[in-house]
């Protein structure tokens, strides 16, 4: 099986001028928000993949891959 390449997205060039507008604590707002939609997703990804696992086992995981990159 071939290995795909990461596809890097890139923001328009009007998104980086509304971000570089942002206060620091806008920034870490976004951030944060971005962080925990994240988490919430990979959790449910998790939980419909493997309905069988207890909480604790699908807590650890999402953790492991969003430490390591994983989807």
């Known amino acids: 099986m071939r290995k795909r390449l990461p596809k890097v997205e890139l923001m328009e060039d009007e998104m ?5 507008q942002k206060t620091p ?6 951030a944060d928000r971005m962080w925990k939609d994240t988490r919430v997703m990979i959790l449910n990804f ?26």
């Open 16 to 20: 980086y001028e509304l971000l570089r």
């Open 46 to 71: 998790v939980s419909k993949e493997f309905p069988d696992w207890e909480q604790e086992k699908i807590e650890k995981e999402v953790a492991r891959r969003m430490l390591n990159g994983a989807t």
């Open 25 to 30: 604590m806008e920034t870490n707002l976004i």
